[in-house]
Each structure stands twice: as structure tokens, then as C-alpha cells.
């Protein structure tokens, strides 16, 4: 979703041929005020930062941006579309705010490939990429401790596994502080592990909720993360 400058709010809604965008300020009487075709495709994920909206999707064609700035006068354009980053296909994408970084999962059998937006969000900058497993999707949160020189510490939260998926299935923990050199601080199993779908942490960070899409069991785990910020290769989650 999105609220502009004046209020309005707006969704963002992914479909198989497009993104439209909605204002839903009266919830009772949405209007469509923009449709942009895309790829087709039934996956499609969107994030906001700013007044910028970036899809991208299992059809292809990288990551669209789409300048919402003139949302309310009813004009939402597509101002680039991003093809760094080897394999135009994307799974999910992720967002952190608060570091001003685009996360793209998967595509293919894609990592997580990283896009800086602080200087030219319309022209998001490939930074680097962390490719040691597939990711179906990640959580990217900032930590005001545990980086370089007991600064701020930027973690992946990575749902995934090799073979795209189906093997070594976990829950992986990147730090990707260093955009250029991610590293893995941890592999966390989970027994009768089918297919890693997604994971969450609550707001505050005390707990990660995640759910397999394959295992057939109608429950979602709950792990204490409060030592996410310092994980052991044993113990990543403890």
C-alpha cells in the first residue's frame, strides 16, 4: 500500500498481467486509478519506498519502477525498468526502509540480490547478491548494534534451501551489513522440513513466526529470536 502527502490511501495490487493501483481512502468505493501491464505471470511482489512502487515477478523483465508521485491527480507512469543482476525473473521482493536497500528473492533458483535506492531510487543500484542457497523469501530487518564498529547490523532472514528449495530445507540467517560480502551466520532445520515458505518476526523481535508450504501440517512454528542479533552456527535462534 501507499498513503501520499495529502492522506490519500491507495493498494497496490499485483495480478497476472499487471499492477494497478487503487484508492481505497473510502474503503467503500475503491477506484482504480492506474493499470500497468507486466509479465505475465501468477507471482508478482511489490514494495514502496518513498513514492516509488518496485514489481517484479516470475514472468520476467526485472524489477519495474513505477513513479507514484502524481498518484492523486490520477497518473501513476512506469519510470525504468532494472534488468541488472543476471536472471531477469523475481520471486518476492523485500524492502528495508529504514537502510534504504531492495531485496530480490529468488527467480529461477536465485539467492537474494541486493539494490541500493538512497541516492536514485528510479534507478536502484546493483550493490551485490548472497547466492548460497535458493531464498523463497526474506525478511531484511536493522539492528542498532553488531555491524562495524558496534554500529547498526543489517540480517536476512532467509526462507529456502539448495536444489531450489527441496533439499537441506531451512531457514537461513545472512548478514548482509556489507552489501558487497553477505555473510551466512547460521542454517536453522526444523524437523519434517517439505518447502521453507516464510518467515516474520514480531514487532518486537522477540519471536519469528514461519510457515512450510509442503509439510502439510496446519500450523505455524514460533521460534524465540531473541538472540537473532548474535547467532551461533548451532544455535542461530536460541
Known amino acids: ?29 475503491p477506484v482504480i486509478v492506474a493499470n500497468i501491464a507486466g509479465p505475465q505471470s501468477l507471482w508478482r511482489d511489490m514494495r514502496v519506498y518513498q513514492s516509488w512502487c518496485y514489481a517484479g515477478s516470475e514472468g520476467g523483465s526485472g524489477i519495474q519502477v513505477f513513479d507514484m508521485s502524481q498518484i492523486d491527480a490520477g497518473t501513476v507512469t512506469l519510470a525504468n525498468t532494472i534488468t541488472t543482476g543476471g536472471d531477469a525473473r523475481t520471486h518476492t521482493l523485500e524492502l528495508n526502509t529504514q537502510s534504504g536497500f531492495l531485496y530480490r528473492a529468488g527467480g529461477g533458483a536465485n539467492g537474494l540480490r541486493i539494490y541500493d535506492l538512497r541516492t536514485t531510487p528510479q534507478s536502484p543500484v546493483y550493490v551485490g547478491g548472497w547466492f548460497d542457497r535458493y531464498v523463497h523469501e526474506a525478511q531484511v530487518v536493522t539492528y542498532p548494534t553488531g555491524g562495524p564498529g558496534g554500529g547498526p547490523r543489517e540480517l536476512a532472514i532467509c526462507c529456502g534451501g539448495l536444489n531450489g528449495g527441496f533439499a537441506d530445507v531451512g531457514i537461513d540467517i545472512v548478514d548482509v551489513t556489507n552489501k558487497a560480502a553477505p555473510v551466512s551466520l ?36 514460533v521460534f524465540d529470536a531473541t538472540g537473532l542479533n548474535n547467532p551461533t552456527p548451532t544455535q542461530a535462534i536460541a
Open 1 to 29: 500500500g501507499y498513503t501520499s502527502p495529502s492522506g490519500r490511501e491507495y493498494a497496490i495490487f499485483g495480478h497476472s498481467v499487471g499492477t494497478a493501483f487503487v484508492e481505497i481512502t473510502n474503503p467503500g468505493a
Open 186 to 221: 547460521a542454517h536453522i532445520t526444523y524437523p519434517n522440513a517439505g518447502f521453507s515458505h516464510q518467515a516474520w518476526l514480531s514487532p518486537d523481535r522477540t519471536r519469528l513466526y514461519h510457515n512450510d508450504e509442503t509439510d502439510n501440517r496446519p500450523f505455524t512454528r
